[in-house]
């Protein structure tokens, strides 16, 4: 089959979240004075996380927007450590409380350092997009904010404005309709297996599971692991055309 078009994923996959998001939680708890509370730095982490992963869910599930979700961590997090007020935190509050801590982190917000280069190689002959379980102004001021929005321009599919989340076949085949192809000529790249890597698989795109981390999986039969995103360009050009 001729792969004709690729789409990324973007946290994790050209931009590094987990990094800039460890480095404004602990920023942020360090200046609010409750890093204090916890064990260890991991673990106020881990608990961070687990507070995100939870709502994140509730707003990809359209029970939360975008703003609210942020809002219901930041009040969820402050009840975790004793510091919500007896009457509760506000909207108000929780939202300003959650501002402190974004700016620290979109302060550090970086691209992978093999993105933009594969990016550029892949460009003269792939038409390039993206697939994200977003919105689609905050992934745009993202992507800008990295310098890699000029890669895709309009070829940018969120799951805020598209209506429905990945795994959703649906949304893979809106990315894949905004590159003017059909799916078995577009190839998706994404950095969590089951969301991604097999939700890609299912709506018939070429799927490409980027484990970073290595961890070991062995993917299901037509999906391709790599480990970075330099070793998509071999496996998509092959090596007559390096």
């Known amino acids: 089959m001729t792969i004709r078009g690729v789409l990324f994923d973007i946290d994790d996959t050209l931009f ?4 800039s998001e460890r480095t404004g939680v602990l920023r942020h708890l360090t200046a609010e004075g409750l890093l204090e509370l916890f064990p260890s730095p991991d673990d106020a982490v881990a608990t961070w996380r687990e507070i995100m992963e939870e709502e994140y869910a509730r707003f990809l599930a359209g029970e939360l927007t975008f703003a609210g979700q942020q809002i219901t961590r ?61 919105s689609l102004s905050h992934q745009q001021g993202k992507l800008r904010a990295i310098g890699l929005l000029d890669h895709f321009g309009d070829a940018i599919i969120c799951a805020v404005e598209h209506g429905a989340a990945k795994p959703d076949a649906g949304i893979f085949l809106a990315g894949c309709a905004v590159l003017g192809l059909p799916a078995h000529q577009v190839a998706y790249v994404g950095d969590k297996y089951e969301i991604d890597a097999v939700g890609a698989h299912a709506a018939g795109l070429r799927s490409y599971w980027l484990d970073r981390a290595v961890t070991g999986v062995t993917p299901l039969d037509g999906i391709t692991v790599i ?16």
Do not use: C, K, M, Q
């Open 74 to 134: 930041a009040r969820r997090f402050l009840s975790h450590v004793g510091r919500a007020p007896a009457g509760g935190v506000s909207d108000d509050e929780a939202d300003l409380w959650f501002t402190r801590y974004r700016g620290l982190r979109d302060e550090v917000w970086a691209a992978f350092p093999d993105a933009d280069p594969v990016l550029r190689r892949l460009a003269p002959r792939f038409r390039l997009g993206i697939v994200s379980n977003s």
């Open 16 to 19: 590094d979240y987990s990094s």
């Open 227 to 242: 480990g970075s995103l330099d070793e998509l360009v071999p496996a998509l050009l092959g090596p007559d055309l390096l």
